[in-house]
């Protein structure tokens, strides 16, 4: 597939969201990024502003298969990778595959289910394969994990560990609507859901094709200094505890070029970096204690300090669209 039948697929996909998710352009479009990045999305925010919403939606405009997990403090971890279970009639064990065997898994409230059950996605989302009683299974391609979390502040919720949100690719917030949204939505949500009206646009076929482009996507070495720059910046900043990875490097330009081939274009610019980067690095970092102090909301903090870093980074010379 070609970038302008992407960039026109892309737009559908997003009008299709939009008629679910009114007055959040940026975060259906950063949904998009992660899964034509086919990358892991994490939808951070309080309850009832539209978390699970955006991940139906973003699942239903897409024709492949879909699963979803419900992460309660007593889900066990069989109940996601699947279990053997033994066939009386065959006189053997038969593996009984769990939720996480689909193209798109939305794991709603990912922080309420136990820290074991949590670390039962850690080889699915990084491996894409599971192993259960020492054989594994290959998941179908693509897969994305779109993960909704209440902050850890909220009553029965557990903080996810480093290993597990250094997997998802991008963390994101929907924020409150603005007041003529929230009218829109008064009217639109009278009588039925949204989500009932809204069907795929795009075939499982084409999506693979419109990865396939992104993969292909030119990312130019200077581009790749300046990525490898700021993730370096993370790790030598006085006010954080915990630098991004080498994953997240990885991960941010594999997201630059799914952001550069939505805008139409063959070539990662600095700009896309920029736009991540807040998204793709943020969740992973640790702030220092100094730094936290009195705030409650270390995201936040976080978030200002990537801000900062990238402000403060120079682009370098020769990369495209540097001036």
Known sequence: MDLSAVEAAARSIIRNMETVIDGKHSAVSCALTVLLAQGHLLIEDVPGVGKTMLAKALAKSVHCTVSRIQFTPDLLPSDVTGVSVFNQVDRRFEFKPGAIFANIVIGDEINRASPKTQSALLECMEERQVTVDGTTYLLPLPFTVVATQNPIEMEG?????????????????????????????????????????????????????????????????????????????TRDDRDLRLGASPRAT????????????????????????DALAVAVLGHRLVPSSRVLGHHQDSGAVVDDIVRRIVAATPVPVGAPGHT
């Open 250 to 273: 990885l991960q941010l330009i594999r997201a630059a070029k799914s952001r550069a081939a939505l805008h139409g274009r063959d070539y990662v610019l600095p700009d896309d970096i």
């Open 157 to 233: 919720t557990y903080a996810l560990p480093e290993a597990q949100r250094d997997r998802f690719m991008a963390r994101i917030s929907m924020g409150y609507p603005d007041n003529e949204s929230e009218l829109r939505m008064l009217d639109a949500r009278d009588t039925s859901s949204p989500l009932d009206g809204i069907e795929a646009v795009v075939t499982g076929a084409e999506l693979r094709g419109m990865m396939t482009a992104v993969r292909n996507v030119f990312a130019s070495a200077a581009v790749k200094e300046y990525a490898v720059s700021l993730v370096r910046a």
